[in-house]
Structures are given as C-alpha cells and as structure tokens.
C-alpha cells in the first residue's frame, strides 16, 4: 500500500480528483467504483468543477457504486441513489445507462446480489475503485468478520455503523437495518484502489490499518493482499 500524506480534507480531495483524471483520460472506457459517505463529497467536487472548466469529460465511463441500503427506494432522498446524483451523476455528462448501484428494494434480493457481480464482470473489471473507511474499519458495508472472499451479498449494518450514520438521517430509528454492499473479493478484484481517509475520528482505524496486520476482524486490512492500493490521508488522521 501506498500512503500519500495530504495536508487538511481538501488537500486530500484535490489529490484524490487528480489521480482519477490522470486514470480517465488514460483509459478508453473506463470503469470506477465510487463510494458515499462525508468523506468522497470534496473530490466529487473537484470532478464537477474540472468537468465545467471543460478539463473532463464522462461520456465513456461506467460506474458501480459499492452499496446501497435496503429497503429505501432509488428516490428516497437518503438513498445511496439520491447522494450520487445529488452529489456527482446531475452534475457532469454521466447518462442513466452508465452508472450502477444496488437496488435496494429488489424483491429478490439474493438475484439481486448475483445480477450486480455479473454486471462488475460484463463489463470486465473495475479499472479504479474509490473507497472510504469506517470507523470499525469496514470498506462498502462489509462489517468485521466478513470473508474476504465475499462476493455481493446482503448485510446486517453494525449498531456502530447505523449511529455513524444516523447524522445522514433525522434519527437512528430511520437508518435501515440491512444494505446490499459489494464484497471484500469484489473490491480486491479491482484493478487499482484508492482508499480516502480524513479527520481525527479515522486516525485509530487508519493506524490499525498502517500497522499491517491483516485480519477478517478488520476489514479494512483486506486492502493490504491487493497490489495496487493507494491511501490518501490527511494530517488529522494521521498525525491524532
Ligand atoms: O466517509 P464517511 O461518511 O466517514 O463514511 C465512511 C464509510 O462508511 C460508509 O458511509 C458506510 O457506512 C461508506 O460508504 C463509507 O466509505
């Protein structure tokens, strides 16, 4: 793994929509994998602001985002679907038939699970996968414990993670209890990882995670059997 000491969030953001349109424009059709949460927002950003100053374009990319809750529809406006349209896809040259996520209200769900990694392989492999970190270390929704070998597959969310989260909501009550999330083996099967990580509250999971030992109990650790993995971290993360 390779770390990157950036100097405060935006540093880190910067560093980050840097390295995925060096990749881009690179690649001919390439495929990301985009993560939600507080800690990707300064990055998509950054993409937005470069697509409008005409320095990107996304006409040739698809997308798969690692997960979605269950149970919320793709409109719900705490859906994974919503944040990424609010947050990127409404912003930049991205159609409907370009990005994927879970869907969350599928009525089969197993086929649900099985339909996403097919759609992962159709497309060959994931070229650059972005991720965030949770507070107990899981990467998607995989909580300790998950195999790493696990494929796309419904979980039961942590106690910790639904508190962790309940700020996206108007109470804990309203967190779902499940989500449909890419495995561990589905992430590692990605071609390159960059794995974002900022503020003081990550520092004890990114120690863990710069310590090295690698561990079902951490997820996060997975990242350490991938030979392409890149953390961008800034100072309060690292230095708490
Ligand atoms: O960036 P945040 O909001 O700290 O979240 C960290 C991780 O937790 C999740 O939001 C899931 O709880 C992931 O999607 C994310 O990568």
Redesign the pocket.
Known sequence: MELIQAKDYQDMSQRACSLVLERLRGMEDPVLGL??????EGMYNCLIEAYRKGEASFNNLTTFN??EYVGLKKEHPKSYHSYMKEKLFKHINIGEDQIHLPNGTAVDLDSECLEYEKLIKNAGKIDLQI????LNG????NEPGTSFESRTHMVELDES?RK??ARFFSSIEEVPKKAVTMGIGTILDSKEIILLVSGKN?AAALARLLKGEVSESFPASALGEHPNTIIIADESSLNS
């Open positions: 993560a939600t949460g507080s800690t990707p690692l997960d991720l965030g970190i949770g899981h990467i998607g929704f993670t962790a989260n990550k």
